[in-house]
């Protein structure tokens, strides 16, 4: 079992930036791949990034991609999702998720590869 807690949401104005930390616990190593998703209200669940926790691979929906980066800290367990450039549309709940499986994307994450998922934090930008 893996337990995800994420951190860092809040609210910014369009053009700032946030960084967003997910601590993962409760198994000894995490390996496999990690992901963000996230979800603003009435829409579906749309992968974010997402990284292979032991090569450092990293993956991105085309809506983010050039603006976040998702890296990790692998004695810490930790995946961080560095936003920049924010834009309104990126107003979401964002989630961390992980599997402990090494998943290939030729896009973003797709939800259903992964099955522990954080509680969320929110992010609101202002135009």
């Known amino acids: 079992q893996v337990q995800l807690v994420e951190s860092g949401g809040g609210s910014v104005q369009a053009g700032g930036s946030l960084t967003l930390s997910c601590a993962a616990s409760g198994h000894t190593s995490l390996t496999g791949t990690m992901g963000w998703f996230r979800q603003a209200p009435g829409k579906e669940r749309e992968g974010v990034a997402a990284i292979w926790t032991e090569t450092g691979a990293t993956f991105y929906g085309d809506s983010v991609r050039g603006r976040f980066t998702i890296s990790q800290d692998n004695a810490q367990n930790t995946v961080y999702l560095q936003m920049n450039s924010l834009k309104p549309e990126d107003t979401a709940m964002y989630y961390c998720?992980?599997?402990?499986?090494?998943?290939?994307?030729?896009?973003?994450?797709?939800?259903?590869?992964?099955?522990?998922w954080g509680q969320g934090t929110q992010v609101t930008v202002s135009s």
């Open positions: 998720a992980a599997t402990l499986r090494r998943v290939y994307y030729f896009g973003p994450p797709q939800a259903v590869d992964f099955p522990y």
